[in-house]
Nanobody
């Protein structure tokens, strides 16, 4: 069992930046970030391998978001720059044994952290 705890969400203006962090109690091959806006399905944002050697992003965030790992701290961070109002959502950290952009592929989930981008 792996426990995940997200932090770093908040309110930011359009064009601003936020950094999310996910602390993991154990080690898994793949870790990812997903988000869910009100009335919408949970969608993939980015994923990374435990080694940090492979990353992948959704087209909607490519070039603006960066996922990274700190193995010494057992954390996965999501640096979000040039934020837009459409990035507003609850952001979830996920962990699993398969590197995937599909939510059902991940066995472990954090509680989520709210990100709100105002115009």
């Amino acid at each position: 069992q792996v426990q995940l705890v997200e932090s770093g969400g908040g309110l930011v203006q359009d064009g601003g930046s936020l950094r999310l962090s996910c602390a993991a109690s154990g080690r898994t091959y793949a870790m990812g970030w997903f988000r869910q806006a009100p009335g919408k399905e949970r969608e993939f944002v980015a994923h990374i391998t435990w080694s940090g050697g492979s990353t992948y992003y959704a087209d909607s965030v490519k070039g603006r978001f960066t996922i990274s790992k700190d193995n010494a701290k057992n954390t996965v961070d999501l640096q979000m720059n040039s934020l837009k109002t459409e990035d507003t959502a609850v952001y979830y950290c996920a962990a699993g044994s398969v590197l995937s952009n599909t939510a059902r592929s991940y066995a472990y989930w954090g509680q989520g952290t709210q990100v709100t981008v105002s115009s």
